[in-house]
């Protein structure tokens, strides 16, 4: 089945560009999503691609899509304290069109100002 | 528009009992998903619901149940509580049965088993 890794921590420094990377493993997913969790709190979309793009940007936030490598990443330009959290990478289950996500264990974002 | 709500928001039960958790949907949308949350740990799909029939199921025991009500409501029920159910559990919202990419989830109700 499918299988979903990121890197567990990453640090930067305020007004610094972050880029968290993630990697999954069935070529059929056909959506890919990233999450951001705070503190105590659900999980917040943030956005998601489709599999037949390669890149979709909103305002502060750039998501990749490599479908060669199987790998997707989220940019997050001029970072802000406020944007420390856990984020999550998530694709739909190879072959299903319901809403079962596989999801990473989560990178923590960590940014100090 | 209210987003997804869930109840009760905390709850503490002991070993051998029963819960019951609340999910309701963004208004317009028709399909819940429930996931479980360990801690340090990234969801895991438990049940998708779409116009009351399950959908979905992921890889839980029978203790797992859920329903989905006419007005796209749903809750979870939990059988049997083992210390290893203690969790987040999340619901999402979608508007239906196949993904058109808007996944929206609730705050979550935490769950500790005693």
């Known amino acids: 089945g499918e299988d979903v890794e990121q890197s567990l921590f990453l640090s930067v420094r305020e007004g610094d560009s972050s880029v968290i990377n993630c990697t999954y493993t069935?070529?059929?997913?056909?959506?890919l999503y990233w999450y951001k969790q705070e503190p105590g709190a659900g999980l917040q979309l943030l956005t998601y691609i489709f599999s037949n793009m390669d890149m979709k940007q909103d305002q502060r936030l750039t998501v990749l899509l490599n479908k060669k490598d199987k790998h997707l990443s989220l940019r997050i330009a001029d970072t802000q304290t406020g944007d420390s959290a856990i984020y999550f990478c998530a694709a739909l289950e190879g072959h299903q069109a319901g809403t079962a996500l596989i999801f990473g264990k989560g990178t923590t974002l960590s940014v100090s100002s | 528009d209210a987003g997804v709500t869930q109840s009760p928001t905390h709850l503490i039960k002991t070993r051998g009992q029963q819960v019951t958790l609340r999910c309701s949907p963004i208004s317009g949308h028709k399909s819940v998903s429930w996931y479980q949350q360990v801690l340090g740990q990234g969801p895991q799909f438990i049940f998708q619901?779409?116009?009351?029939?399950?959908?979905g199921r992921g890889n839980f025991p029978d203790r797992f149940s859920a329903r989905q009500f006419p007005n796209y409501s749903s809750e979870l029920n939990v059988n049997a509580l083992l210390l290893g159910d203690s969790a987040l559990y999340l619901c999402a919202s979608s508007l239906g049965q196949t993904n058109t990419g808007e996944l929206f989830f609730g705050e979550g109700s935490r769950l500790t088993v005693l």
């Open positions: 069935d070529s059929s997913s056909t959506y």
């Open positions: 619901y779409y116009e009351k029939e399950e959908r």
